[in-house]
């Protein structure tokens, strides 16, 4: 019982020192982000790979999740005659909750494993001590352009899989599914508000936050060797993942307490 008790206290210290060493690795950024030149050149370069390259898999996340919540939500509701109701469900879903939940879960798995892989093959290869030593501070010339792609790319490519899953659904309620055109598309502009849009793009912005952090802060702290540079990567996504998840609980609650739907 002793040996639990202390084990289990391990683990939660553990947890803790995790949790303040990525808040002032967060403070550093912010700190650094306004305090020194942001590296364009770089920043630009991990654009291009974070938001452009994310766009395949982004797409068809929304097309495939419109697609078959559509399809789900009309076998429901066909039996009560609610056909008509579909529409608005599933631009509230996908603008709400679906888009950013999952886009998010696709850019952690894609982007956020790179990034951890990349700077932790760069600790255990001894490169960011070269950059130490030349004076270079590692967090400006990599974390920051990384931070800032994600910051810029993740609420684009959420409003891309809002679109691109609200089409698609649009698609299989009138084309196969036989729904009115003219209701489809007045109940979906009636019970669909801009706040719904502002909601899940808020939301992706702290996601993007999460996953740069977590996914920078595991990198930097990468063990020795390929073991430890695939624990990092393993790490990033899984905690990413699981704070997206957490995250978007108590981020929903708090904006319809203040802005209710």
């Not at 070269?130 to 409003?159: E, K, Q, W």
């Not at 698609?168 to 109940?187: E, Q």
Request: some cysteine; charged content about 15%.
């Amino acid at each position: 019982m002793t040996e639990a008790l202390a084990g289990f206290r391990e683990f939660v210290v553990g947890q803790l020192n995790q949790l303040g060493a990525m808040l002032l690795l967060l403070i550093d950024i912010v700190k650094t982000a306004f305090t020194k030149r942001p590296r364009w050149k770089e920043t630009f370069d991990q654009i291009y790979k974070v938001g452009w390259q994310s766009q395949a898999v982004v797409v068809i996340t929304g097309v495939f999740t419109g697609m078959v919540f559509a399809d789900q939500i009309y076998n429901q509701f066909h039996k009560v005659k609610m056909d008509t109701a579909v529409g608005p469900v599933v631009s509230v879903a996908m603008t709400r909750e679906l888009a950013p939940v999952l886009t998010a879960l696709m850019v952690a798995g894609r982007v956020g494993a790179a990034i951890a892989a990349e700077l932790g093959t760069m600790k255990v290869t001894e490169q960011l001590d070269a950059l130490r030593s030349m004076g270079t501070a590692p967090v400006n010339y990599l974390a920051i352009p990384r931070f800032l792609a994600l910051l810029v790319s993740l609420p684009l490519l959420t409003a891309e899989a809002m679109f691109f899953g609200i089409f698609s659904g649009y698609l299989i309620g009138v084309d196969m599914l036989g729904i009115d055109k003219a209701y489809f598309l007045t109940n979906m502009y009636k019970f669909t508000s801009a706040k719904d849009v502002v909601s899940g793009l808020i939301k992706s912005v702290f996601f993007a936050i999460f996953i740069g952090l977590i996914s920078c802060y595991k990198g930097f702290q990468a063990g020795e060797g390929a073991e430890g540079v695939g624990r990092a990567t393993t790490q990033a996504v899984v905690v990413s993942s699981l704070t997206v998840l957490i995250a978007n609980f108590f981020i929903a609650v708090l904006f319809n307490a203040i802005i209710p739907p």
